[in-house]
């Protein structure tokens, strides 16, 4: 089983930036995709990116490209989500996940197999 606990939501105007990270336990979160979900009140889950085991390939939604940068270091057992130019529609509840799986592009549709309990992100204008 894999244990996922994620940081670094909180306030911040349209415009800057956030980290969030998400710690792992134990020594096999590498050999798992890692992928960041949002969902904000009354609506759906949404994919925003996804990261290889190893970190080598990367995958983004249309709203997260070329404003967020999904990373991981495996020695540390962390994920992260650099959020940069944000905007009041980023505001949600976000939640990383570990997907045993080599096709980045389906974690958008199938979802994590392990989760995280997710941070309050909230960007006001």
């Known amino acids: 089983q894999v244990q996922l606990v994620e940081s670094g939501g909180g306030l911040v105007q349209a415009g800057g930036s956030l980290r969030l990270s998400c710690a792992a336990s134990g020594r096999t979160f590498g050999t798992y995709a890692m992928g960041w979900f949002r969902q904000a009140p009354g609506k759906a889950r949404e994919f925003v990116a996804a990261?290889?085991?190893?970190?080598?390939?990367?995958y983004y939604a249309d709203s997260a490209k070329g404003r967020f940068t999904i990373s991981r270091d495996n020695a540390k057992n962390t994920g992260y989500l650099q959020m940069n130019s944000l905007k009041p529609e980023d505001t949600a509840v976000y939640y990383c996940a570990a997907v045993r799986t080599t096709d980045l592009v389906t974690i958008a549709t199938r979802g994590g197999d392990y989760w995280g309990q997710g941070t309050q992100v909230t960007v006001s204008s």
């Open positions: 990261i290889s085991w190893s970190g080598g390939a990367t």
